[in-house]
Every structure is written in C-alpha cells, then in structure tokens.
C-alpha cells in the first residue's frame, strides 16, 4: 500500500478532503482522518488510548506509536504489512471517530462493529 493508494480510500469517505498537515498528506472531513506520518505509516484514530496500546501490543508488526501519541487515540499503520482491505476499514473506523453525532447517524455501516450485533 503507497500513498496514492491511501488518498484514494481515504478521499472515498463521505466529506473527505486533502490537505497538508506538517508537511505531509492528511485527510480531514472536520478532523484528521489520517495523515501520512513517513513515507511507510499512516496514523489512523482508534477509540481511545487504551485501544491504541493494544494494537501495539496485540501485532506490533503492523502497529506502532510514537512518544507524541502518548495518551491520544491515535496509533501509526505500518503500509508495508497492512493490505488494502485492512487500511479502507482503519480509515472508516478512524473516520467515525473523527466525526460529529450527526455524520455517524448519516453512515452508521462506516463504525467499528457493534458488540452487541454479536456473532451467528
């Protein structure tokens, strides 16, 4: 996955555009979606901190995070493991947690599944 790549499934979310955020490709509707942190991770929002320490240790392969993320919800994608079905669901999930009450009841399929739905 490259950046172009990242631009087109980040700029297919409802009400996503470009910008440059330190100097990098950042996607925003009212807040960062995703940003390009290098030119090989792509920091994404998660629910909260706590999430974002799991990632990190549950497949710190695929997820790290930087002494600036510290206590935030947002955790870097490694683009040289992460496949492009994976990278589309981390936007719209970070999507949804950058977006306001009224965006997420116009596009509820694009949240983290729902615990209670369960399985089967």
């Known amino acids: 996955?490259?950046?172009d790549g990242v631009r087109r499934l980040a700029l297919a979310l409802p009400g996503v555009t470009e910008r440059?955020?330190?100097g990098r490709p950042a996607w925003f509707h009212r807040a960062l979606v995703g940003r390009?942190?290098?030119d090989d991770r792509l920091t994404v929002r998660v629910e909260?901190?706590?999430e974002r320490r799991a990632l990190v240790v549950q497949d710190p392969r695929l997820f790290t995070t930087t002494d600036h993320h510290a206590g935030t919800n947002l955790v870097l994608v490694d683009l040289r493991v992460a496949d492009e079905d994976l990278v589309a669901a981390l936007l719209a999930e970070s999507w949804w947690w950058a977006a306001p009450p009224v965006l997420r009841?116009?596009?509820p399929?694009?949240?983290p599944p729902?615990?209670?739905a369960g399985t089967g």
Do not use: E, F, I, T
Request: cysteine-free.
């Open 109 to 111: 399929g694009l949240g």
């Open 114 to 116: 729902d615990p209670a």
């Open 20 to 22: 440059s955020s330190w």
């Open 36 to 38: 390009m942190w290098d």
């Open 105 to 107: 009841r116009r596009h």
């Open 48 to 50: 909260d901190d706590g």
């Open 1 to 3: 996955m490259d950046v």
